[in-house]
């Protein structure tokens, strides 16, 4: 298991940027594929991106394709998020998540292949 503990959340304007940073411990961080998911007010959670154990391969979204950036830090134990030219339909709670086993060395979009989970950091895009 690995815990996780989200930053960086926070309000935007339109256009604007943020990152989010997931500190992990544990000594197993980068064995783990890491994803970030996020749920809206009144909707389910869903895939935002994902990232190798590595970081060499990340997966996106359609919605945030080109957008955001995932990224990790092996030797900080942390994982990031940056988000750019934010929309007003980003506006969401954001988890970072690691995968449910180790060593797997895909960047998995499926939210139920994930074990563990932070608590959420808020993100509020206004227009």
Do not use: H
Request: glycine share 10%; charged share 15%.
């Amino acid at each position: 298991q690995v815990q996780l503990v989200e930053s960086g959340g926070g309000q935007a304007q339109a256009g604007g940027s943020l990152r989010l940073s997931c500190a992990a411990s544990g000594r197993t961080f980068s064995t783990f594929a890491l994803g970030w998911f996020r749920q809206a007010p009144g909707k389910e959670r869903e895939f935002v991106a994902a990232i190798t154990p590595s970081g060499i391969q990340t997966n996106y979204a359609d919605s945030v394709n080109g957008r955001f950036a995932i990224s990790r830090d092996n030797a900080k134990n942390t994982l990031y998020l940056q988000m750019n030219s934010q929309k007003p339909e980003d506006t969401a709670v954001y988890y970072c998540a690691a995968y449910r086993y180790r060593y797997n060395y895909n960047a998995p979009a499926t939210e139920s292949e994930y074990g563990s989970w932070g608590q959420g950091t808020q993100v509020t895009v206004s227009s």
